[in-house]
């Protein structure tokens, strides 16, 4: 029994730990989603995107730079879904869900909903024959500089904005229940 036991002891001391995890960095774009309701609690809209950091960084027209498609984001393409039929500036978004793209500019950004989801990026995988809308937003001033890319549903009459924002940058898409 006694050299069992030593056995036992030698084996679990000596052979490489086969129970260990090998969890990966956290990482440095952490997913994250925002989602806006309605008064009676049922989904209206939900953004699932990553969320790069500025760190010490030079954003717009340097690291994203401008009049480029962007994943707005990090990692995977940001994706869009829209519960109920909805419109933003007047253009018709049916129910279901989309990559949301942008292309920034100093002063003001194009917001691309594309037909095209779970995509990596936007390199190779961008296809405009697929996108749905395009609409333009004013590139506005933020209050203080956002350090992480961050998105946020605002209630609204009939509807709901989508802020984004980055930096010393941020816009405002307003989404409004299709009537």
């Known amino acids: 029994m006694k050299n069992t036991i030593y056995v036992l002891l030698v084996a679990f001391l000596t052979i490489p730990n086969l129970t260990a995890q090998d969890f990966s960095d956290i990482d440095k774009s952490p997913m994250d989603v925002t989602i806006i309701r309605n008064q009676n609690h049922s989904p209206m809209a939900r953004v ?22 962007w994943r707005t984001g990090a990692n995977e393409a940001t994706e869009i879904t829209i519960y109920n039929d909805m419109s933003i500036s007047g253009q018709k978004i049916p129910a279901g869900t989309y990559t949301l793209y942008t292309i920034p500019n100093k002063t003001e950004w194009t917001i691309i909903l594309n037909k095209n989801i779970n995509v990596w990026g936007t390199t190779s995988n961008y296809d405009s024959e697929k996108d749905l809308i ?16 961050s998105m946020a549903f605002q209630p609204i009459n009939n509807g709901a904005n989508l802020l984004m924002g980055w930096d010393d940058t941020y816009v405002e898409i307003p989404f409004k229940n299709a009537e």
């Open 134 to 149: 395009r609409i333009k937003a004013p590139a506005r001033t933020a209050a203080a500089t956002i350090e992480d890319f």
């Open 48 to 69: 699932i995107y990553s969320r790069p950091s500025k760190n010490d960084r030079d954003i717009f027209g340097d690291l994203v730079p401008y009049g480029k498609v």
